[in-house]
Nanobody, 114 residues
Framework: VQLQASGGGLVHFGGSLRLSCAASRRISSIMGWYRQAPEKQRELVADINRGGVTNYVDAVKGRFTISRDNAKNTVYLQMNSLKPEDTGVYYC???????????WGQGTLVTVSS
């Protein structure tokens, strides 16, 4: 499967961005967004299953919203009230499951200026 991520960019503190990640085929397992800040380990930001059940890291709760359009094989991450600490490369991910291998998108850079 191929994952094509888009939507990153430079935004000021308090701004918004919407990330998209389109898969090349139907995905049965959990899809998510991870981020990697400079000199830090990659961390889970949010994930969502096909049924729409979501999970967020505490640092983004109330500011970020993950959603999924199964008909388009696409997962989105709406990011509001962005902070400089949200800066990093954001990767979309397909969680390994009985039917899926773990897969990663190419990453999209989000930079939040103070």
């Amino acid at each position: 499967v191929q994952l094509q991520a888009s939507g990153g960019g430079l935004v000021h503190f308090g701004g918004s961005l919407r990330l998209s990640c389109a898969a090349s085929r139907r995905i049965s397992s959990i899809m998510g967004w991870y981020r990697q800040a400079p000199e830090k380990q990659r961390e889970l930001v949010a994930d969502i299953n096909r049924g729409g059940v979501t999970n967020y890291v505490d640092a983004v709760k109330g500011r970020f919203t993950i959603s999924r359009d199964n008909a388009k094989n696409t997962v989105y991450l709406q990011m509001n009230s962005l902070k400089p600490e949200d800066t990093g490369v954001y990767y979309c991910n397909i969680r390994q499951s009985f039917l899926e291998k773990e897969s990663w998108g190419q990453g999209t850079l989000v930079t939040v200026s103070s």
